[in-house]
């Protein structure tokens, strides 16, 4: 059940941004008289799902969920239609109009995925507000992934500077350290403040990395399983950890850690249990779990949560918005050099898809529309010929020379686009399915 709401939130997600990106050139087109011969959301190659004829366009519905488009008369795109370049213009075809009209036509379904990812996030500001750990919250400090200890962090480190810079957002530390490329992170260790170098050779893993830290919290029991190691132990919801084998010991991560070394032993556990502690004997069985589950760092760490009035929420989304375009242009270049070999992490539709909860939750919906709306926008306005981009960049071309790009070239290049396109989505999709089997 958890896959299948997975696809059909992305299902969903891609249909209104598909749907709402081609209303954008269907708009603008009929605007300036340009006949549309058809407004299909998804693609289809020999048969259609569905569709209709309403004056000069069929509207329908193709059976491949990869996309959509529209046909617009009188112009070379993706559909490679180009007996009608064979007789002369007519006034309600594309080639026949100004280059400027053109121009927005084609930039309509780009501006079109911007605004909608800047009026989303209004949206969910306004109904549900933003909630977040501040830094300073995790009072703690961290929890290092492997990968963080070898960079030289340490369990309870607390992260005070990023570059000479605060992080407002604990969830923040770890994408600023790789996308805005930091040189150090300052901690405070021991109540003494350490620097951390960030050595560029762990760019590579940091990308692959899902979380370089946690919030560190004390361990608290929330439930026991049914017949586990735990329960035979006498271990009970709401139980806090004080010491184990007699060393003093409340977190989550020293616990952990003790159990993984202790596989097929015993452990003395000392827990706090209704103001009194009791010294408790777990036999840790050969798979590590011993069947307990603990409060998250969100239940027992202070929340921030911001609230946003209607007119309050619309220049916050209209700045989130512009940060997730800023962020997103920031990992777009990382994944175009290849010392970062971020091109190993480049996903297609199995990652894409993965990035929605395995439950339904309207906020995480929107939040990932939001998201995948500016993604869309900036990937076609990327300057390849059969996006939208490579056309603005003839249509410019055009506007400053006074020279148009003849047919047969718009065609030559529309094809070698597609292939160039075919050939990252190929990649992408292999990417989806060798991680599958790693």
């Known amino acids: ?19 709402l990106h081609e209303l954008g050139h269907f708009a603008f087109a009929r605007l300036f008289n340009t006949r549309v011969e058809k407004f299909y959301l998804f693609f ?67 501006m079109v995925n911007f605004i909608l990812g800047a009026l989303i996030y209004t949206f969910i500001l306004y109904t549900w507000g933003e909630q977040y750990l501040p830094t300073q919250n995790a009072i703690y400090g961290v929890t290092c992934d492997p990968l963080a200890r070898d960079m030289g962090f340490e369990d309870g480190d607390k992260i005070i500077y990023v570059d000479g810079e605060q992080i407002e957002s604990f969830m923040q530390i770890a994408p600023t350290i790789v996308i805005d490329n930091a040189q150090q992170v300052t901690v405070e260790r021991n109540n003494n403040l350490v620097d951390v170098r960030i050595d560029k050779a762990y760019i590579p893993q940091l990308l692959k990395t899902q979380f370089l830290f946690l ?14 190691a ?30 993984q070394q202790n596989i097929n032993n015993t452990v003395t556990i000392t827990m706090e249990r209704e103001g009194r502690n009791i010294d408790l004997t777990v036999n840790v069985p050969e798979t590590g779990i011993i069947g307990v589950a603990t409060q998250s760092p969100f239940e027992i760490l202070e929340l921030r949560k911001n609230k946003y009035s209607f007119l309050q929420s619309i220049p916050a989304g209209i700045k989130k918005g512009a940060n997730t375009i800023t962020s997103y242009l920031k990992q777009l270049k990382l994944v175009f050099s290849p010392k970062t070999k971020a091109y190993e992490s480049v996903g297609g539709f199995i990652a894409i898809g993965s990035i929605f909860p395995t439950y339904w939750d309207w906020q995480s919906f929107w939040e990932l529309t939001a998201l995948l709306s ?47 396109i075919l050939a990252l989505f190929i990649f992408a999709n292999a990417n989806d399915v060798i991680k599958l089997f790693r």
Do not use: C
Not at 390 to 402: D, L, N, P, Q, R
């Open 1 to 19: 059940m958890g896959i299948f709401n997975q696809i059909i939130q992305f299902l969903f997600s891609l249909s209104i941004l598909i749907t």
């Open 44 to 110: 289809d190659p020999w048969f259609s799902l569905f569709k209709i004829k309403r004056g000069h366009t069929e509207y329908g519905i193709g059976w491949i969920p990869l996309g959509g488009y529209v046909k617009i008369a009188g112009m070379i795109d993706e559909s490679m239609d180009t007996e009608q370049l064979n007789n002369p213009p007519k006034p309600w075809e594309y080639r026949s109009k100004p280059a400027w009209q053109r121009f927005l036509i084609i930039s309509a379904g780009v």
């Open 215 to 228: 919030p560190r919290v004390p361990m608290v029991v929330n439930f026991v399983s049914e017949g586990s």
């Open 230 to 259: 735990a329960q035979q132990a006498n271990i009970m919801p709401n139980d806090k950890l004080v010491a184990i084998n007699n060393t003093k010991a409340t977190f989550l991560d020293e616990f952990k850690a003790v159990v």
């Open 374 to 420: 500016i993604i869309l926008a900036i990937m076609n306005m990327l300057p390849i010929p059969a996006l939208d981009g490579g056309h603005m960049v003839f249509i410019i071309y055009e506007m400053v020379s006074g020279r148009k790009p003849s047919d047969k070239f718009m065609e030559y290049t529309q094809i070698l686009g597609m292939l160039f």
